[in-house]
């Protein structure tokens, strides 16, 4: 029964795009684009090779987080106020990010598959990384808060312990606590500093 724990993730993400959406129509959200594109991708891939070695309501929280960055990328070519301007370092890492779904698509083993997509997602997220530690008030915080709680929730449906059926998800809530301390971080150094 615990395993339905992972149909929270649905409403949890739904939650943080709707607001990531709705922050990058007003303007408040400047998305990198290169780091959405990618998002988008790789965490369909994980999905699609978890699903041929059989996972299933694991794989749900994957799904989502390749689909709501796909829908915030969509919105973000809408909205003009959502500009980030990018750079050579921006696209070098959407270059590696491409390769490794591109050797993912030579080997055709799922294990290989979700290495890649991981590989791919990462260096998808340094940009986003580095817009977020430098320039925290162009992100939003709350998709990332949600999409960890989501991922979260995948260990609740794992049955075997397997790679296809967690790697992923440790992943992602790896890369959720790096992006929500890149929000923060620098705030909280800033005053640590004033106290001092």
């Known amino acids: 029964m615990i395993e339905y724990l992972v149909l929270l993730a649905v409403p949890l993400a739904t939650y943080g795009v709707g607001i990531y959406i709705r922050d990058t129509i007003t303007g408040r959200a400047k998305p990198n684009k290169v780091s959405w594109l990618m998002w988008s991708i790789a965490p369909l891939i994980a999905t699609f090779a978890a699903l ?3 996972i299933t309501w694991a794989v749900l929280p994957v ?10 990328l969509v919105v973000s070519f809408f909205s003009k106020k959502s500009y980030w301007k990018l750079t050579a370092s921006d696209y070098l890492c959407g270059f590696f990010s ?4 591109i050797l993912w698509a030579i080997t055709k083993d799922a294990n290989i598959a979700i290495i890649f997509a991981i ?4 260096f998808a997220a340094v ?3 580095k817009k977020a530690w430098t320039n925290p008030e162009t992100e939003v915080v709350m998709p990332y808060v949600t999409g960890l709680i989501a991922a979260l929730t995948s260990f609740a449906a794992i049955k075997y312990w397997i790679f296809s059926e ?8 790896f890369i959720d606590s790096c992006l929500i301390f890149s929000i923060y971080g620098r705030k909280i150094f800033k005053a640590k500093e004033i106290k001092i």
Request: hydrophobic residues 50%; charged residues 5%.
């Open 52 to 54: 041929s070695k059989g």
């Open 98 to 101: 491409v390769i490794a779904l």
């Open 119 to 122: 590989t791919s997602d990462g």
């Open 63 to 72: 799904f989502l987080s390749g689909f709501g960055p796909l829908c915030i």
């Open 166 to 173: 967690y790697a992923f998800a440790m992943y992602l809530v």
């Open 127 to 129: 940009p986003t990384l």
